[in-house]
């Protein structure tokens, strides 16, 4: 029973050499097999539209209204932005700029912005609401927009409405003269020295 193992364990040991193989690589010839990467690539460049990206530049849309409420013009411009972020005081000189349509002064009445940053899940699944991406900016800041997918980088647009100046209910101060000041600080003083 000895000789039956030991000729096993022989018969083992020449298959286990049997599948040993020396290789001998030589490095300086070795290339990389990289057509699955170029594959992937061919077959990725149809989706690069939906990937998500942060915005470079925005769209302006100033809607000028006249007392009538009625629009009298519109006007497109592209504002570039840094980060994503339309700054502040680029916003306010914009605004500064724009004011004036047709010879009159018109105010800032409202600033929406659209922003869609619609996931591309909601976008296979129809899972979304227009509305959704539509806010009010309540104050004049930074306005942040969020990265959006590549194919709808044109939707997002910043709305600012000009509504025209009332004239009837402006109020003016009366202005004053030099020495009505003047005389006033005289009684000021007048009136303190009698104090003492």
């Known amino acids: ?91 306010m000189s914009f605004i500064e700029k724009k004011r004036n349509c047709n010879g009159k002064k018109y105010k800032l009445y409202s600033i929406l912005k659209y922003n869609i940053d619609i996931e591309p899940k909601e976008l296979l699944n129809n899972d979304y609401n227009n509305s959704q991406y539509l806010t009010e900016q309540k104050y004049i800041t930074n306005i942040e927009f969020k990265d959006t997918i590549n194919f709808f980088n044109d939707l997002n647009t910043l709305f600012l409405f000009f509504k025209e100046r009332n004239n009837k209910n402006i109020k003016h101060k009366k202005t004053r003269s030099k020495k009505h000041f003047l005389n006033i600080i005289k009684l000021n003083k007048k009136t303190r020295s009698k104090k003492c």
């Open 1 to 91: 029973m000895e000789n039956t193992i030991e000729k096993q364990i022989n018969s083992n040991e020449k298959q286990i050499n049997s599948n040993e193989i020396d290789i001998d690589i030589d490095i300086n010839n070795l290339t990389l097999d990289d057509e699955w990467i170029k594959k992937f690539y061919e077959q990725e460049k149809d989706y690069t539209y939906f990937y998500k990206e942060p915005i470079e530049c925005v769209k302006v849309l100033s809607i000028f209204i006249n007392n009538e409420n009625d629009i009298i013009r519109v006007s497109k411009n592209q504002i570039l932005l840094d980060n994503s972020n339309l700054n502040k005081d680029l916003l």
